[in-house]
């Protein structure tokens, strides 16, 4: 998924949910014109996740996931060894340095070789996914999970595409409760009742595919399980809605009439994208209202990836310049798929 640099709150009237709650976030947690928060806030804002939110009933029952150090410590580009990646298993460009290159302004539209590429690399996402999902359960930790995760998929002679992507420093991202996107997979164990994002992409045949899942650790209670819901469900929803002449603006229109009437608010924070031999690439796909340009063609390929929150949508970023959590300590849930565009509708080559 993308960040987007500068976002504003939600362009629509907020959800009730977040009504409820805009009146503690401006008391400590409240936001400037960008999405993210600049670190001279978030010592205020993490100390009134411990001691306002807690008090509010009206998310659910779950841990809060906070910084564990407020020391700005965003990791450099490191090029992964042959003892993590094997030499013969093809990389991206970005891995020896971490970065991206250069976005290319046309949409690519894919042949049937191309497209065989890029369902070869969802193949490997999908199952990676598979994977890290069955182990979530309380006590294992995301970082054991991102180490299985990672040798499955150089085992399938694929390169996992996080890894060094702008220096990030794991080969998924796990995102738990109330962490909208990028968690870095770590030490804390999961916990009864908390529910975690696994995000798998795999870079296979030049190609990448990209999927995630939210999924629960044990008994996860009902306002949980109705977030994991919607959220899934709104996914379903803007992939029906696809199909050649179909404007992408269609995807933000459709999640946000069924998030909103269900009492969710949408991620403006990230959005869906391009993919295929770059990692991120045109089109990008808002999952919120908007009237971006743009129809859908035959050969067309991208991520819809929606992320629905409990409460404000908007994001905040945590001194390890990766981790991305709720200003209102609101759960957020999100689910992704690869789909490529064809002449008779769509396919999801990450199912």
Not at 106 to 133: Q, S, T
Not at 308 to 325: E, F, K, N, S
């Amino acid at each position: 998924m993308l960040s987007r640099i500068s976002l504003n709150i939600l362009k629509r009237p907020p959800c009730r949910q977040a009504r409820q709650v805009q009146q503690l976030a401006t008391r400590g947690l409240a936001t400037s014109n960008s999405a993210y928060q600049p670190r001279n806030n978030l010592r205020s804002a993490l100390r009134h996740a411990q001691q306002s939110l807690d008090d509010i009933s009206l998310f659910g029952q779950y841990r809060r996931i906070i910084p564990v150090s407020l020391v700005a410590a965003k990791p450099s580009p490191r090029e992964p060894p042959p003892s993590m990646v094997p030499a013969h298993i093809s990389r991206p460009a970005y891995a020896k340095t971490g970065s991206p290159p250069t976005w290319e302004t046309e949409i690519p539209i894919l042949e049937e070789e191309e497209i065989e590429c890029l369902r070869a690399a969802c193949e490997v996402a999908r199952d990676a996914l598979a994977l890290g999902g069955s182990m979530v359960r309380a006590g294992v930790t995301t970082e054991a999970i991102d180490d299985e995760v990672h040798r499955f998929i150089v085992s399938r002679d694929a390169y996992p595409s996080c890894l060094n992507y702008m220096g990030f420093p794991r080969s998924i991202c796990t995102s738990v409760n109330n962490v909208i996107a990028h968690g870095i997979p770590g030490k804390r164990p999961l916990e009864e009742g908390d529910f975690v994002n696994i995000d798998v992409t795999a870079f296979k045949r030049g190609f990448h595919g990209d999927t995630s899942a939210t999924f629960g650790v044990g008994q996860v209670d009902p306002p949980g399980v109705a977030l994991m819901d919607a959220t899934r469900e709104s996914l379903e929803l803007a992939i029906q809605a696809c199909g050649p002449g179909v404007l992408l603006a269609t995807i933000g229109e459709v999640i946000s009439v069924h998030a909103e009437a269900l009492g969710y608010s949408v991620s403006q924070d990230l959005t869906g994208h391009g993919i295929g031999r770059s990692f991120h690439q045109n089109p990008l796909i808002y999952h919120h209202y908007n009237e971006e340009p743009g129809v859908m063609e035959p050969g067309m390929a991208f991520t819809i990836e929606p992320i629905l929150c409990q409460g404000v949508a908007t994001g905040m970023q945590w001194p390890d310049g990766w981790t991305i959590t709720t200003t209102d300590g609101g759960r957020s849930a999100q689910f992704e798929h690869t789909v490529i565009i064809t002449d008779q509708g769509v396919e999801v080559l990450t199912a």
